[in-house]
C-alpha cells in the first residue's frame, strides 16, 4: 500500500507542558489529532477544578488560529483529593483523573503514596463517571526498574480492577507481555495505552553500543520479548489498545545529562511512527481502530469527523527543534529516516 486514508485520530496521553513550549507542543499535535488527553503533571500539578479550567484556557490560546483542536483535561490525584474536588471538576468538564504513585516518574513527587487511601476517591469517580488512568509502576527502591509494572499490577492493579468494576480504567503506556495479558484477561472497562517508542523499539536500543537518553522514557523500554507482545497485540485490533503517544518534551540540556530526564518528544512524528509499525506487522488495515475509534469508543466520545492522508514517502526526522525560548529540544528519532508522511 502506498497511501492510507483513516478518520481523524485522537492522541489519548499526551504532555503539553506549559508557559512558551505551549506555543511549540500544541500546534505540534494539533497538526494531526482532533483531541488529546492531558496529562496534569505541571508544576505545580494541576490538583483542582479551577486550575483545570485555567490550564485548558493557556492551552486553546496556543492553538494555530484556523484548528478546532480540542484538549481533554485531567485532575492530578494527590493523597489531599476529596470527594468534593472530583465532583467540581467533573462539572467543569475533566474528563479523567490520573493516579501517579509517588516518585515514579516526572514530576510526581507531590502524587500518591497511600493507594488504598484513594479507594473513596476511586468510589466517587465511579459514581460521576470520571475515568482513573493510572501510571501503573511501583516505586519502591528494592524493586528492579524492568520489574514495576509487573510487580504494579499484582500488588495493585488487580485489586483495584476487582474493586471498583464500573470504573472505568485505562493502564497508561504499557510496555510488557504481563501487563498485555492482564487487559486482555480483564472486564471490558480496562484498557490500555501504547506509545510509539514501545512499539517501535526496545531496551537494546537504550542501552547497546552506548546510553542513547532520547530513548528513556518512563516506563523504561523492556526486552525483545515484550515489545513483541506489544506489536502483536496492537495488529489483531483488540478494542482495549489504543493509542498515547506520551510525548512528553524536555530541553536538549536536561536529556544530555548526568542524571537524564525521561521521556520522548514524539509528537511531530508519532502518527507517522505508528503508521510505520501497522506497515510492518501487516497491519495497516488495522492503523484506525487503534487510532481513532477504540479510544473515543471507551471514553464514551464520539468518533471524529474527517480524514487525515499519510503517504508511503521517506523523510528524516529533523535533528532539533528550536522552541519559542530559543532552547532546543531533540525530538524522538531525531536524524533517523520515517517511511510514512503525513499529507497536508
Ligand atoms: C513523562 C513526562 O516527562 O512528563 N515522562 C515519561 O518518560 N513518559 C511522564 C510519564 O508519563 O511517565
Ligand atoms: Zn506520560
Same mark, same amino acid.
Not at 497508561?172 to 472497562?189: C, R
Given at each position: 500500500?502506498?497511501?492510507?486514508?483513516?478518520?481523524?485520530?485522537?492522541?489519548?496521553?499526551?504532555?503539553?507542558?506549559?508557559?512558551?513550549?505551549?506555543?511549540?507542543? #500544541?500546534?505540534?499535535?494539533?497538526? @494531526?489529532?482532533?483531541? *488529546?488527553?492531558?496529562?496534569?503533571?505541571? #508544576?505545580?500539578?494541576?490538583?483542582?477544578?479551577?486550575?483545570?479550567?485555567?490550564?485548558?484556557?493557556?492551552?486553546?490560546?496556543?492553538?494555530?488560529?484556523?484548528?478546532?483542536? =480540542?484538549?481533554?483535561?485531567?485532575?492530578?490525584?494527590?493523597?489531599?483529593?476529596?470527594?468534593?474536588?472530583?465532583?467540581?471538576?467533573?462539572?467543569?468538564?475533566?474528563?479523567?483523573?490520573?493516579?501517579?504513585?509517588?516518585?515514579?516518574?516526572?514530576?510526581?513527587?507531590?502524587?500518591?503514596?497511600?493507594?488504598?487511601?484513594?479507594?473513596?476517591?476511586?468510589? =466517587?469517580?465511579?459514581?460521576?463517571?470520571?475515568?482513573?488512568?493510572?501510571?501503573?509502576?511501583?516505586?519502591?527502591?528494592?524493586?528492579?526498574?524492568?520489574?514495576? =509494572?509487573? =510487580?504494579?499490577?499484582?500488588?495493585?492493579?488487580? &485489586?483495584?480492577?476487582?474493586?471498583?468494576?464500573?470504573? &472505568?480504567?485505562?493502564?497508561?503506556?504499557?510496555?510488557?507481555?504481563?501487563? #498485555?495479558?492482564?487487559?486482555?484477561?480483564?472486564?471490558?472497562?480496562?484498557? *490500555?495505552?501504547i506509545t510509539p517508542q514501545h512499539l517501535l523499539l526496545n531496551?537494546?536500543d537504550?542501552?547497546?553500543?552506548?546510553?542513547?537518553?532520547?530513548n528513556? @522514557?518512563?516506563?523504561?523500554l523492556?526486552?525483545?520479548?515484550?515489545q513483541?507482545?506489544l506489536r502483536? #497485540?496492537?495488529?489483531?485490533?483488540?478494542?482495549?489498545?489504543?493509542?498515547?503517544?506520551?510525548?512528553?518534551?524536555?530541553?536538549?540540556?536536561?536529556?544530555?545529562?548526568?542524571?537524564?530526564?525521561?521521556?520522548c518528544?514524539s509528537?511531530?512524528s508519532a502518527?507517522e511512527i505508528y503508521?510505520q509499525v501497522f506497515?510492518e506487522?501487516?497491519?495497516?488495515?488495522?492503523?484506525?481502530?487503534?487510532?481513532?475509534?477504540?479510544?473515543?469508543?471507551?471514553?464514551?466520545?464520539?468518533?471524529?469527523?474527517?480524514?487525515?492522508?499519510?503517504?508511503?514517502?521517506?523523510?528524516?526526522?529533523?535533528?532539533?527543534?528550536?522552541?519559542?525560548?530559543?532552547?532546543?529540544?531533540?525530538?524522538f528519532l531525531?536524524?533517523q529516516?520515517c517511511?510514512?508522511?503525513?499529507?497536508?
Amino acid at each position: 500500500m502506498t497511501h492510507i486514508k483513516i478518520q481523524t485520530p485522537d492522541d489519548w496521553h499526551l504532555h503539553f507542558r506549559d508557559g512558551d513550549m505551549l506555543n511549540e507542543t #500544541v500546534p505540534a499535535t494539533a497538526r @494531526c489529532f482532533k483531541r *488529546a488527553i492531558v496529562m496534569p503533571n505541571l #508544576v505545580p500539578p494541576i490538583t483542582d477544578a479551577n486550575m483545570v479550567v485555567n490550564y485548558r484556557k493557556r492551552i486553546l490560546d496556543a492553538r494555530p488560529s484556523d484548528n478546532n483542536f =480540542e484538549p481533554l483535561m485531567t485532575l492530578y490525584l494527590t493523597n489531599d483529593t476529596t470527594r468534593e474536588d472530583i465532583i467540581l471538576a467533573k462539572e467543569v468538564g475533566t474528563v479523567a483523573a490520573k493516579l501517579y504513585p509517588a516518585g515514579a516518574t516526572t514530576h510526581s513527587d507531590a502524587a500518591v503514596k497511600s493507594l488504598e487511601d484513594l479507594y473513596p476517591i476511586f468510589e =466517587e469517580m465511579q459514581e460521576v463517571g470520571m475515568l482513573l488512568l493510572i501510571h501503573g509502576e511501583v516505586t519502591d527502591n528494592h524493586i528492579d526498574i524492568f520489574d514495576r =509494572e509487573k =510487580e504494579f499490577i499484582d500488588r495493585h492493579l488487580t &485489586k483495584i480492577v476487582a474493586s471498583f468494576p464500573d470504573l &472505568k480504567i485505562v493502564f497508561e503506556h504499557i510496555t510488557t507481555k504481563d501487563a #498485555v495479558d492482564f487487559v486482555l484477561a480483564s472486564n471490558d472497562n480496562l484498557a *490500555a495505552t501504547i506509545t510509539p517508542q514501545h512499539l517501535l523499539l526496545n531496551r537494546n536500543d537504550l542501552l547497546a553500543g552506548g546510553i542513547r537518553p532520547h530513548n528513556y @522514557c518512563l516506563p523504561v523500554l523492556k526486552r525483545g520479548t515484550h515489545q513483541q507482545a506489544l506489536r502483536k #497485540v496492537v495488529a489483531t485490533g483488540n478494542k482495549k489498545f489504543f493509542l498515547g503517544t506520551d510525548s512528553a518534551p524536555h530541553e536538549k540540556h536536561m536529556k544530555e545529562s548526568s542524571c537524564g530526564c525521561a521521556g520522548c518528544y514524539s509528537a511531530r512524528s508519532a502518527i507517522e511512527i505508528y503508521t510505520q509499525v501497522f506497515d510492518e506487522l501487516d497491519a495497516l488495515d488495522k492503523l484506525e481502530g487503534f487510532a481513532s475509534h477504540h479510544g473515543a469508543d471507551f471514553y464514551g466520545l464520539p468518533r471524529n469527523n474527517g480524514v487525515i492522508k499519510l503517504v508511503k514517502e521517506d523523510w528524516i526526522i529533523p535533528e532539533q527543534i528550536i522552541l519559542p525560548n530559543g532552547n532546543t529540544v531533540v525530538p524522538f528519532l531525531a536524524g533517523q529516516k520515517c517511511t510514512w508522511k503525513l499529507k497536508d
